[in-house]
T-cell receptor
Framework: AQSVTQLDSHVSVSEGTPVLLRCNYS??????LFWYVQHPNKGLQLLLK??????LVKGINGFEAEFKKSETSFHLTKPSAHMSDAAEYFC????????????FGTGTKLQVIP | GAVVSQHPSRVICKSGTSVKIECRSL??????MFWYRQFPKQSLMLMAT?????????EQGVEKDKFLINHASLTLSTLTVTSAHPEDSSFYIC?????????????FGPGTRLTVL
């Protein structure tokens, strides 16, 4: 069984300040982890993914995430928020133990205040 | 690379009619395609998984006779909502992956907004 928990449903930051979106997961197997971003009425865009290589993963638009096995976390960060970062962010886990399904987090809505 | 398109982007139909949504992988061959449904301000709910040339696998609670999925080629999957009702109004999103395993990256289409009157 696997699950993913996004600890904050809403995060609000000022433009130019750091962003932290939290994600914790549970998995019986070695997981692959993803962060996707969704702008209003749009599909999901892949930001970054972890697949058992380097634990610090760099993605697009200045985002990065660190896989911490001991904490079962995969938090998404960005040093300086931009207005265009305002969107919904989804943490996703999938496991390599056979045909495990992907599991989506409930999403975190990021608000960027000018 | 890895672009997925959906058509139409928005559709409005009358109750009782059927609607077909197309999902295409434009620059790669997708062994597996997934169909999701998203309600307002909620996460994505997986409806079904389809592999080219075989029957789709539906998630528990999803009516296979109502949501018909056809994965005719490695670049095209279709979802047909049959006898649509207002409660079927939703945002439908497809995704495609390069391999048949769930651990592979899924590339998402832009979504189709279905409104049933």
């Amino acid at each position: 069984a696997q699950s993913v928990t996004q600890l904050d449903s809403h995060v609000s930051v000022s433009e130019g300040t750091p962003v932290l979106l939290r994600c914790n997961y549970s998995s019986s197997y070695s997981p692959s982890l993803f962060w996707y971003v969704q702008h209003p009425n749009k599909g999901l865009q892949l930001l970054l993914k972890y697949t058992s290589a380097a634990t610090l993963v760099k993605g697009i638009n200045g985002f990065e995430a660190e896989f911490k096995k001991s904490e079962t976390s995969f938090h998404l960060t960005k040093p300086s928020a931009h207005m265009s970062d305002a969107a919904e962010y989804f943490c996703v886990v999938s496991s390599s133990g056979g045909y495990q399904k992907v599991t989506f987090g409930t999403g975190t809505k990021l608000q960027v205040i000018p | 690379g890895a672009v997925v398109s959906q058509h139409p982007s928005r559709v409005i139909c009358k109750s009782g009619t059927s609607v077909k949504i197309e999902c295409r992988s434009l620059d790669f061959q997708a062994t597996t395609m997934f169909w999701y449904r998203q309600f307002p301000k909620q996460s994505l709910m997986l409806m079904a998984t389809s592999n080219e040339g075989s029957k789709a696998t539906y998630e528990q609670g999803v009516e296979k006779d109502k949501f018909l999925i056809n994965h005719a080629s490695l670049t095209l999957s279709t979802l047909t909502v049959t006898s649509a009702h207002p409660e079927d109004s939703s945002f439908y999103i497809c995704s495609a992956s390069l391999t048949s395993g769930y651990t592979d990256t899924q590339y998402f289409g832009p979504g189709t907004r279905l409104t049933v009157l």
